[in-house]
Structures are given as C-alpha cells and as structure tokens.
C-alpha cells in the first residue's frame, strides 16, 4: 500500500485518539463524583454554562479560547487538551506497532482505560473498579482475536498480582487494593512477560520518584504517592519496547 494511504490512516487514528482522549476527560472528571459518563452535556465547572459544539473540538479549541470558559473567562486546565493529545499519540504507535489488526483498537482502548486510571489516580488517589472492568473486558476480547496462549494471560492475571497481593499483605496496606486489581486484569490483556517488564518499569520510576519527593520530608510518605500512574507508564514503556527488553534480559542470561 502506498505511504499517503498509511499516512490518512494514521492521520484518521490520531484525531479518532483525540476525539477518544475528550470523553476520557468527562471520564476522568465524572467517574469519582459518581456522575453518569454519557448523560449530561460538558458544561465549565465554574459558571455552569453548557459547553457548546463548536468550543468542543479536542485540542484546538483549548488554544482557540486560549483556555478559558467562553463565558466567564475562568480558565480551564491545561490537562484536558495535554490527555486528548496524549491519547491521540498512544492511538497512533499503537496503529503503527499492531498495523491494520483488531489489536490496535483494543490496545488503544487498553491505553485510554490507564490514561483514565492515572488521572482519577493521581486526584483520589484510588482506582475505580470500573476501570478494572473495563480492562478485563478488554483483555477476555484480546484472548479471542490474539495469537498469543491463553495459558499466558492466566499467568499474567497471576504473576505481579500475587507478589503485590504478598507485599500488601507484609507491608500492612502499603499497596492499596486497586493496585493490585490493577494489575491483575492487566497482566491478563499484556501477558505475563510485558506484564513482569511493565511492573519492573514501574516500581524503578515510582522509586526514584519516590527518594526525590523524600529528600528533606521522610513522614508518611508511604501513602502520598499513588502507584497506578507508574504502573501505567512502566506497562505504556513495556507494550512497546518490552518485546526487545525481554529479549535482551534473556539473551544476558542463557
Ligand atoms: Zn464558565
């Protein structure tokens, strides 16, 4: 196929992101205030006033009222355009990694779910199990189209979730719940292997993050930091690049 074809295509999956990535935004925003996700029209959270279709194009918009409500001017978070575009992105290396398969729109839905995760995370510091639903949904659709064992998703569901299930329970409560939800119905969409590299990803950045944040304030640390949004990162990293990590690990090892 000729590259102007591939390049609509990805042009097409990149504003299908976009446009995605503005309903994970009512998402992000409605799931912890137990709003309904498709009723209701956007409104500005300050005056009220119904956002209209022309102030709802992803992105753009953000830049063309310079991040203001049209109304009364109360500025709106840069957040909203930075996850539209963010989903947008995530839409397209997954179009390019899984080419014209089912897989690209299910590993697209599977980023969208974590980008919501990391954002409901990082402001409730709590992981909806809707979220976990949504994932394993995703995840038992996979097991139909995919080349990939079952076997593997089963350990997957098992692997890092186990050993996060086993430190929640020495730690007392150190890892919440959701973490641990977390990745069990993703290690069932990625499979054990992406699972393990993803998790490892993780853990490394959340403890860097974690000694840079500590320097200076050492008291009840353990909590202030949610893990979910590096254990997206760590699995984003691990869809990708993971195939090569794994690789290399065991080609240094046999
Ligand atoms: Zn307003």
Known sequence: MPFAFHAICLAYWFVVG?????????????????????????????????ITKRDLV???????LRGRCRS???????RYALVEFLTGILFVLCALKFKYTVETILMSLFLGALIV???I???????PDSIHIVILIIGIVLAFVSDMPLLERIIGFFSVSFILFLASVLSKGGIGGGDIKL??????????KLSVVGFFIGAVLASIFGIVVSKGKRENLKRKIPLGPFLAVGMTV???????????YLGLVL
């Open 117 to 119: 995760m990391t954002f």
């Open 121 to 127: 995370d990082i402001d409730t510091m709590t992981i």
């Open 238 to 248: 691990s869809i990708f690049v993971g195939k090569y990590i794994v690789d290399w």
């Open 72 to 78: 009364c001017k109360a500025p709106f978070s840069i």
């Open 18 to 50: 976009a446009v995605i990535g503005s309903f994970l935004n009512v998402c992000i925003y409605r799931i912890p205030n137990k709003e309904s996700i498709v009723k209701g029209a956007s409104h500005c959270t300050t005056c009220g006033e119904k």
């Open 58 to 64: 992803p992105i753009i918009s953000y830049f063309v």
């Open 183 to 192: 990745m069990a119905v993703s290690g069932f969409v990625l499979g054990y």
